[in-house]
């Protein structure tokens, strides 16, 4: 159980739930708020046995939650909808309703304030916690896996990054407590990516291993093999933008491809390959950003996307994410701004997050 925080507040169940349950049975509105006003009262003030952090019947809730909903309660206009409010509440506290792709408890919905439903993702700071670090050039933001491992895996399941980098996925896996594999070709990066996720702390005991291959061709089942392992249920790609940046000389490496079609090609390599590790109905990510050459936008994300949907996949959504200026950018936001009035283009400040579902 995890333990009361000061944002938090530790109730006991059975005494919560034959408070809520009398409260039910009242026959007028304004006995049920003077119901609702005493039991908020008793919350204020951590009275016991309500508020009982050492109770074995203890349910954890957000404080600011409980709240919520106790005023909702008392904002009713009609006795019915306070009793709606009321048994929905009682709901969340007596049962768990979660799915198959995930550990959210969609009877305690309100909760999950930290997990986007939008498709506009607008994220000012990236995460610079614990081994996270922005010094390696094509990692993207630790927000980004976390809400994909938050959304699409449970516990203890096992989430693939076929471009691992400096293992940004795998650290945010090893924190959420889900096991993790990275492929990256380039044996000084995964190296170091291995040096960050060790200096995470592993609370959960769960795996993690980077591997240095070549994402198109690498034996994922013998990999999966080593950890017991026959399949995962999450795959996040975050590929090389085609030739945005180069990332190392090695003809294997997407950002060398010869040519757009060249890269598609690889990338349907890559999906290709991983495809048959993935579960059926579980969840392939793919982070990519467009480009511009010889004067002409490149709609790389969508041409990639294309390569997905071709391997059968279902598309579930497609996500924008605000991109901030990059290190070579920042200082040059006068000229980029001159440049794009005197070129009649528009500056990139967009990335996407193509989310499929294998059927």
């Not at 896996?145 to 449970?154: A, F, N, S």
């Not at 060249?262 to 990338?267: E, G, K, R």
């Not at 001159?338 to 009649?344: F, T």
Request: hydrophobic share 40%.
């Amino acid at each position: 159980m995890d333990k009361e925080s000061p944002e938090s507040i530790q109730l006991n169940k059975s005494v919560l739930l034959d408070a809520l349950n009398g409260l039910r049975a009242t026959t007028s509105r304004a006995a049920l708020q003077r119901g609702i006003h005493e039991l908020r009262g008793q919350i204020a003030a951590r009275t016991r046995p309500l508020v009982a952090p050492e109770s074995a019947e203890a349910v954890v809730f957000p404080r600011a939650y409980v709240l919520e909903e106790l005023d909702q309660i008392l904002a009713a206009q009609t006795l019915e909808r306070a009793r709606y409010y009321l048994e929905r509440f009682m709901k969340s506290i007596a049962e768990v309703r979660t799915n198959p792709i995930n550990d959210l408890n969609l009877n305690r919905w309100k909760e999950y304030e930290d997990i986007y439903t939008d498709s506009l993702w607008i994220i000012e700071r990236r995460d610079s916690s614990g081994a996270h670090t922005a010094d390696y050039w094509g990692n993207f933001i630790p927000q980004i896996p976390y809400q994909m491992l938050r959304r699409y895996t449970k516990k203890g399941e096992w989430v693939l990054d076929p471009f691992a980098g400096s293992g940004t996925t795998l650290i945010e896996a090893q924190r959420l407590g889900r096991n993790s594999i990275g492929i990256e070709l380039q044996p000084q990066v995964a190296e170091w990516a291995r040096r960050l996720i060790a200096s995470e702390p592993n609370r959960h005991r769960v795996a993690s291993e980077v591997v240095v291959g070549d994402s198109t061709c690498i034996d994922y089942h013998a990999i999966l093999q080593r950890h017991g392992q026959r399949s995962v249920q999450l795959v996040i790609m975050h590929p090389p933008y085609f030739d945005i940046i180069t990332f190392s000389a090695d003809p294997r490496d997407l950002s060398n491809a010869a040519s757009v079609e060249s890269f598609l090609a690889q990338m349907g390599r890559a999906i290709d390959n991983v495809a048959p590790v993935l579960d059926a109905g579980r969840y392939l990510a793919l982070v990519i950003g467009d480009k511009y050459a010889h004067g002409e936008w490149i709609p790389l994300g969508f041409l990639t996307m294309n390569e997905v949907l071709k391997r059968g996949f279902a598309l579930k959504s497609i996500i924008v994410k605000n991109f901030e200026a990059t290190t070579g950018k920042r200082s040059q936001k006068e000229l980029w701004r001159y440049r794009a009035l005197a070129g009649g283009f528009y500056i990139f400040k967009h990335e996407y997050i193509f989310v499929f579902r294998k059927r």
